[in-house]
């Protein structure tokens, strides 16, 4: 976008929000604040009280929502592209999440979107410091609002963020157990969630390659990228097969003409993503999978409107500013997947919902059926031959939206029309989901 094109967009986003009242949502309470988790490392988190006609907050579950990345924004993406109160032109959106739950985003990591750290030492460098920080916010968080520590609690995310949020959810659980966090826990939801990285590279293939994106030399070729990226796995390559992941991708963008990661029936809106002359992976990598997440209309609306309004955000912290140091600090971390992890959930008797969408392919639905039939979980035979139930689209009845199926502890949703962003993309199938895993429906 030019110089002009941005300049009208700012004077439009002014304009909106002076017509709607500083940014507020119709009627609801909010909150937000920091919480410094590490010495010099600074997480924020904003909370919107649930607003529903019918129930007040103190009888509707409080549900996090985590964003993926790692880098990627939940008070910016989530928010405004996703399930928050106001979409990005500050128009109330009638499938906000808010109407059902009380919702709270994290910017998580360290790092991420508001959250910052003061020394380039801070950055979380794997899940197991994800959570621990993440166990400070909430321990933090519960005690300033201890009105939420009864109300049922849901970690919903997407992308990295669920394989973030399998983590937190384990150390949480043990932390209410030794009772040093305040809260009523009741379940973790894993929406296109990198939890089984090789199991998704694996099937990038043969899904495209059945939906018409690749020919016979594009399947061998992006075939034979995913087998790299499987060796490097096998030899504990973690840092390694994270480059060659990156590889993949590219040769996945060649035979296709630029398929977008994010949904496969349209194509990559950037120009080709590819890597250009000196540019290392990691650059690469936060301009295929940040950037989407940030874009420019976006970064102009929190940098802009959005810190005025909050007046915490210390003055020399952009939103967004610290993303590629988040993406690049968790490198060697990326590709470790984390099933035994969902499996400890079931076992501990957590409830845990996968679901994912139809179109997406960066974390594609046959990747997730791989690691689920791996769980050594003792339900997973009783999961296996129950028969899957068609669900109503909300938005038009008559045709089906999804499938699903629980089983036990736990569910899986298939929802149809629907990419990598399923409360984007579907948001009145999203809707409704949250309210079957929240037990309101
Ligand atoms: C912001 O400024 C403070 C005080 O000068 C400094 O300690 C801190 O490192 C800076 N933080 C960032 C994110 O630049
Ligand atoms: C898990 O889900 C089951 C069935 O919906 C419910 O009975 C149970 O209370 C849930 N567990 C927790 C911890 O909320
Ligand atoms: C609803 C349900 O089946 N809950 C189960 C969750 O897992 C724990 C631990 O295995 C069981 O005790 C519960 O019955």
């Known amino acids: ?16 929000v002076f017509n709607k009242g500083l940014l507020s949502p119709v009627t609801g309470k ?6 410094e988790v ?13 607003d529903s006609p019918s129930a007040g907050f103190m009888d509707l579950p409080l549900v996090m929502w985590l964003q993926g990345g790692p880098g990627g924004s939940g008070s910016g993406f989530g928010n405004f592209e996703e399930i928050g109160p106001l979409n990005r032109d ?6 906000s999440w808010v109407q059902a739950a009380s919702v709270l985003f994290v910017d998580n990591p360290v790092g ?33 609002k201890p009105e939420f520590q009864s109300i049922p609690f849901y970690i919903f995310s997407e992308s990295y963020g669920g394989k973030m949020a399998a983590a937190i959810s384990q150390e949480l659980t043990k932390a209410i157990a030794e009772g040093t966090v305040k809260c009523n826990f009741a379940g973790v939801a894993l929406g296109d969630s990198w939890i089984s990285p090789l199991d998704s590279v694996m099937t990038w293939g043969p899904y495209l390659y059945t939906t018409s994106l690749l020919d016979d ?8 990228a995913a087998e790299d990226v499987k060796r490097a796995v096998e030899q504990q390559q973690f840092e390694k097969a994270t480059e060659l992941w990156s590889v993949a991708e590219t040769v996945v963008e060649q035979n296709t003409n630029g398929v977008n990661f994010y949904n496969i029936l349209t194509q990559d809106p950037d120009e080709k993503s590819s890597s250009s002359a000196g540019e290392d992976f990691i650059a690469l990598q936060t301009r295929r999978h940040i950037r989407p997440l940030h874009s420019q209309s976006l970064s102009e609306l929190m940098n802009g409107p959005v810190r005025k309004k909050l007046a915490i955000i210390p003055r020399n912290v952009t939103w967004g500013g610290q993303a590629e140091e988040v993406f690049s600090n968790m490198a060697g971390d990326f590709m470790r997947p984390v099933v ?18 139809q179109l997406d392919l960066i974390v594609d639905t046959m990747g997730q059926e791989l690691w689920v039939k791996r769980l050594k ?28 199926k629980t089983y036990k502890n736990f569910s899986f949703f298939w929802i149809l029309r629907a990419g990598h962003m399923i409360p984007s993309d579907q948001g009145p199938m999203a809707l409704e989901m949250l309210k079957m895993v929240t037990r309101q429906a």
């Open 217 to 224: 030399n594009g399947l061998a070729d992006v075939s034979s």
């Open 1 to 16: 976008m030019g110089l002009l094109g941005s300049g009208c967009r700012l004077l439009f986003l002014l304009t909106a």
């Open 112 to 144: 991420t979107g508001f959250s910052y750290t003061d020394t380039p030492d801070g950055y979380a460098t794997n899940v197991a410091m994800v959570s621990s920080d993440m166990l400070v916010l909430l321990r933090n968080f519960f005690l300033e």
């Open 340 to 357: 035994d992890i969902v499996d400890q959930l079931l076992t501990a008797g957590v409830n845990v919902t996968v679901y994912n969408g």
């Open 90 to 95: 500050l128009e109330p959106r009638k499938t």
């Open 38 to 50: 590490r010495d010099g490392a600074h997480m924020f988190w904003w909370l919107y009280y649930a």
């Open 377 to 404: 979980w003792e339900g997973l035979p009783g999961f296996n031959k129950l028969k899957w139930t068609a669900l109503d689209d909300p938005a038009s009845p008559g045709v089906t939206g999804a499938f699903c």
């Open 30 to 35: 909010e909150a937000w604040n920091y919480v």
